[in-house]
Structure formats: C-alpha cells, structure tokens
C-alpha cells in the first residue's frame, strides 16, 4: 500500500513495481525486517570520502525504481571478481532506474571496514558507484557474512526487499534485474 500511495506501481507476479518518480521524501516506515518482502531498515554508513550515507539517500532518488545492494570483503575473492559486473550493470541499467551500491565490511585481514578501506576499494576496482563502509557489518543480520558476497534487490518505492542472493549468480541477478525493471 505504501508504493501505491507514494509512487505508481505496475502489477507484476503479484508485486508491486515503482514506474514514476513520485516525491519520496524520508523513508518508509517500518516494522522492518531482515527476509524477502521485509521493509529494509533505513542503516547508515559512511562513504568512500568520509560523508554519511543513509539508505535514505537510494530511496529520496525519485529516478530508482531498484536498488542492488552487494556486500564485499577484501578477503572474499568473488567478492572482488564481482566488482566489473556491478559496475556494468549500474551503467547498463541507470537510465531504467537501477541504483547499485556497494558495501565493504572486511579488508584482506579480516578487520573492520574503514572510510579509508571503502576509498581504496572504489580506486582499486575503479568504481563510479556509491562505496560505503560498513565495519560494524549491519548487513550480517540478513545473511551468513562467511559466504559473501551478498546481493540484495530492493524495490525503491518501498524500500522492500525482492531477493537477497547469497554467494556470487551473475545471472541470476541480471535475470531478476531484467525482470523488475
């Protein structure tokens, strides 16, 4: 109810899909949740240069229709391998309202995450997207942080979450992007 009264949706396999660009200011209100159709909490982050980075700046976008979250950790070499498709999907699916954003909650050694590692990680795999830090692993509470990466879909208009995809499935993912936009 809460995309069909903030943005239009389009009726597709029974869910609701954001097709405007309604204002969407603040964000969703819970109960939040950590599974496929929860509301996704509104976490914060900082982001590769040090700026505070909310979930709330993916859905205030009026342009989103999806977001694909992928959890990172310098130790997880999918992870790594990962990082060129994200980057392709982002530009490939921009223009249809794709928003990718990329989360690092590990370096190599298996510390925390830092501003200083999410800004070497962006230059490393030479990244446009948003990176943020994320070394108090929020995103651990909706997957199993051992087998990274995590992919999660969410619906913009809604904050609602589509499909967390543990491990890597590029197609998969792109099947499902494909799908929802």
């Not at 869910?15 to 309604?22: L, N, Q």
């Not at 800004?119 to 943020?132: D, E, M, Q, S």
């Not at 108090?136 to 942080?145: E, R």
């Amino acid at each position: 109810l809460i995309c069909v009264a903030a943005c239009g949706t389009e009726t597709e396999g029974g869910e609701g899909v954001c097709t405007d660009s309604a204002d969407r200011t603040g964000y969703p209100e819970g109960p939040y949740g950590v599974k496929e159709g929860d509301t996704l909490a509104n976490l914060s982050f900082k982001d590769s240069d040090g700026n505070d980075f909310a979930l709330e700046n993916l859905y205030q976008d009026g342009a989103a229709r999806l977001v694909l979250i992928s959890t990172g950790a310098g130790w997880c070499s999918a992870c790594i391998e990962e990082q060129p498709q994200l980057e392709a999907w982002a530009a490939k699916y921009k223009d249809q309202g794709l928003r990718v954003l990329m989360t690092v909650f590990e370096d190599t050694n298996f510390a925390k995450a830092d501003v200083a590692y999410a800004n070497l990680w962006k230059t490393r795999y030479n990244l446009t997207i948003p990176v943020v830090a994320d070394g108090d692993a929020q995103f651990s509470s909706y997957y199993d942080a051992s087998l990274a990466p995590m992919n999660m879909i969410v619906e913009a208009c809604t904050m609602k979450i589509v499909r967390i995809i543990v491990g890597a499935d590029p197609s998969g993912i792109e099947t499902i992007i494909e799908a929802k936009l």
